[in-house]
């Protein structure tokens, strides 16, 4: 399993077509945070990609709330410092918008 830097996934699922990209904090991963990526069409393709390079199966979710249908949670590293949580905020999202 290896991890891979938030930026490098956002930038990535941008050119698959990614409406947004945020990250958040994850128990289940194993680095302790998740690139979520959202589609508007089910990125079959992106998530088997990023299933090889990190070594195992990525979570891919059908959701009714969102800015998109599709979102892919692929483990990644966060930048040095960004982390901001205050008072039981684990598992919120924080936004990062996809640049065009």
Not at 55 to 70: A, E, H, N
Request: hydrophobic share 45%.
């Amino acid at each position: 399993m290896r991890s891979v830097p938030f930026e490098f996934v956002s930038g990535l699922a941008a050119e698959f077509g990614a409406v947004e990209c945020c990250w958040r904090e994850s128990e289940r991963s194993f680095t302790g945070y998740v690139a979520e990526c959202w589609f508007g069409f089910l990125p079959t393709f992106f998530a088997q990609r990023w299933a090889a390079v990190v070594g195992y199966s990525v979570l891919v979710r059908t959701v009714s709330d969102g800015p998109t249908r599709f979102v892919v949670s692929v483990p990644v590293t966060v930048p040095q410092g960004a982390i901001r949580l205050s008072g039981g905020q684990r598992g919120g999202r924080v936004r990062v918008r996809l640049v065009r």
